[in-house]
């Protein structure tokens, strides 16, 4: 028996679909059933937390805030600072009541939403099932979805530039009020209030700031950002390859009207001081942004529908070391080394913001605070200490790698490369090249430039030699035989 699958029509006064022209387009069908494919691989490999009768897609979530909880109420006892102990009542009180939530819901997993799911699942096997789509099939940058329904369960299956999201919505789970008091001063909010508002946050149909999360750390500092009176309930599951996750929805009540539009918020932040400029970065970068460790790394991503909206927002990110990536769809600004490092101590020097990092980053999923912490904590060598001064006027990165070595200066003006290139050649450094890396342009000179020049042989030479003892004492074993080849191919002493 075939499935019956139909074009979705909006109906007044209610959120679901409702069937409209049926689908016998064999392309179309074909597109549908891939997507219906995906959910029904999805659900069998997670059918251990889907599908059992004792465990659930909430226990994960029970037993990580019941743990925190705990660890919370100990820090409150121990805290002598009074306004982090205020912060750390209010963090208890909000995962309380999640965990409240949390309960709940299990509860009626088991009984209602678990063996509607089920039921979905063999209806669609035996082709008894209702498929309603939406969207276009063929244009993989614009969405395509695939609605299915049961009386108390939503499954919405969609695509959009061949990456598959599988979302079940849970009808009838009651939400709550969480009451907090402001603990954090007006501007500081602002600039945090913004920056939520400008990544995962938005405005809804009625006017209020919300936000959807399935971050357990999101959901409990949504209220501490926006104090007064939130509305916390539990909308569904999210249900990805690397696991099933609970999808939060949070209302500031008391800020119903406060944001007219994104872009009112977007000027906003471009006003803030350098200070509270920082308060909004940091919400940005939890939201649309990454941390790598590795690297040392701290870059913001964001799709090119936003750009306009971040245009003049963008300018003072790049005043702070920011370096921008045009990618297909994205746009990426990074910044490196000493001056991530730099950056996430800036984020985390305020004793109060620092507590709040370090005690939500104790949750289970909260690995990007925890790498934010790592990074501000880490080591970074002086500016310039790898440098040498090649003419008057022009220093030169000195750059081990791949058993070799080279002189570098870097410039985003392209005349102003150039200028250096010709300052070099004409100084006697015939064997200067020019080219473009990573979207920035490069001068160099390469190991046998470098031993056309005994003067430069020997300033290279004791820049190697310091990097050969610091890696050796970091424990770098590939770097050091790198860095030892290379001062051998130099005939360094």
Request: aromatic share 6%; charged share 30%; with cysteine.
């Amino acid at each position: 028996m075939a499935l019956e699958i139909c074009w979705g029509r909006r109906v007044r006064g209610n959120k679901r679909l409702e069937c409209g022209e049926p689908v016998n387009d064999p392309r179309i069908i074909e597109e549908t059933m891939k997507l219906i494919n995906e959910f029904l691989n999805r659900v069998g490999k997670h059918r251990s937390v889907l599908l059992s009768d004792i465990t659930t897609p909430f226990d994960y979530a029970i037993n990580a805030l019941s743990n925190w909880l705990q660890e919370i109420k100990a820090k409150v006892e121990e805290s002598n600072d009074e306004s982090i102990a205020n912060l750390r009542r209010a963090m208890h009180k909000i995962a309380k009541r999640m965990l409240r939530l949390l309960k709940r819901a299990r509860e009626r997993w088991l009984s209602t939403y678990k063996p509607e799911l089920e039921e979905l699942i063999n209806e669609l096997g035996s082709g008894g099932a209702r498929v309603i789509i939406s969207g276009d099939p063929f244009d993989s940058n614009k969405p395509f979805v695939v609605h299915l329904y049961a009386e108390k369960l939503a499954v919405a299956i969609s695509r959009v530039r061949n990456s598959v999201m599988v979302n079940i919505t849970l009808a009838g789970l009651e939400g709550v009020h969480v009451i907090t008091l402001k603990l954090i001063n007006d501007e500081v909010l602002r600039a945090s209030q913004c920056g939520l508002m400008l990544t995962d946050g938005s405005i809804d149909k009625d006017g209020y700031p919300i936000m959807n999360t399935n971050r357990l750390w999101q959901a409990v500092i949504f209220p501490l950002t926006f104090p007064g009176k939130v509305h916390v309930y539990i909308n569904g599951l999210s249900v990805n390859d690397g696991g099933v996750s609970v999808v939060w929805q949070l209302r500031a009540v008391d800020y119903r009207g406060v944001f007219k539009s994104k872009t009112e918020v977007a000027e906003d932040v471009v006003k803030l001081s350098d200070e509270n400029f920082l308060a909004f970065l940091l919400f940005a970068i939890l939201g649309d942004g990454s941390i790598d460790i590795k690297k040392k790394r701290i870059e913001l991503i964001m799709d090119k529908s936003k750009h306009g909206l971040w245009s003049d927002i963008i300018e003072k990110i790049k005043s702070l070391g920011f370096r921008e990536r045009d990618g297909e769809y994205k746009m990426e600004y990074a910044v490196n080394y000493s001056k991530a490092v730099e950056l996430a101590r800036k984020i985390v020097s305020d004793q109060v913001s620092k507590a709040l990092i370090e005690d939500l980053s104790r949750l289970l999923d909260a690995e990007k605070l925890k790498r934010l912490l790592v990074l501000a904590s880490m080591r970074i060598k002086p500016l310039g200490r790898s440098m040498i001064e090649v003419v008057e006027g022009i220093r030169m990165n000195v750059c081990a790698h791949n058993y070799s070595v080279e002189l570098r200066v870097h410039r985003m003006d392209y005349g102003e490369a150039v200028r250096i290139l010709e300052l070099l050649r004409n100084t006697g450094y015939r064997d200067a090249k020019l080219s473009k890396r990573s979207g920035r342009y490069v001068v160099y000179l390469n190991i046998d430039a470098i031993k056309k020049h005994p003067e430069l042989v020997a300033k290279v030479c004791e820049v190697l030699r310091r990097m050969l003892e610091e890696v050796i004492s970091e424990g770098k074993e590939r770097r050091a035989r790198s860095i030892a080849r290379a001062m051998a191919r130099l005939s360094c002493q």
